[in-house]
């Protein structure tokens, strides 16, 4: 499957962005979807995650309340809605698809097992 991620930009912090995964090749409906990010000197964390059988949806602390995970099946795409950011939250946004969840959502928060990655989009937020 391929992923491509867009709406990344600057904004003032205290504002939105919704960021968004479009798939294309093989059956969307049946991968689950995480949103991560990597900030320059730093690992890539996985921020939200979306199950595509049971629901099950993954919030890090970091953005729990403030990002929204959601997914439309019929337009092959996941958002990332992103309220209340702050600087802290400037970095490269990546979404990455496997067929299982658990290799997206890990207790260890290794990425190593995720099958598919975008490429990054840049958001910035200035104070």
């Known amino acids: 499957v391929q992923l491509q991620a867009c709406g990344g930009g600057l904004v003032q912090a205290g504002g939105s962005l919704r960021l968004s995964c479009a798939a294309s090749g093989r059956t969307f409906s049946r991968y689950a979807i995480g949103w991560f990010r990597q900030a320059p000197g730093k690992e890539r964390e996985l921020l939200a995650a979306i199950s595509w059988s049971d629901g099950s949806i993954y919030y890090a602390d970091s953005v729990k309340g403030r990002f929204t995970i959601s997914r439309d099946n019929a337009r092959n795409t996941v958002y990332l809605q992103m309220n209340s950011l702050i600087p802290e939250d400037t970095a490269d946004y990546y979404c990455?698809?496997?067929?299982?969840?658990?290799?997206?959502?890990?207790?260890?928060?290794?990425?190593?097992?995720?099958?598919?990655w975008g490429k990054g989009t840049l958001v910035t937020v200035s104070s």
């Open positions: 990455a698809a496997d067929s299982l969840y658990g290799h997206i959502v890990t207790r260890t928060g290794s990425i190593a097992l995720v099958d598919y």
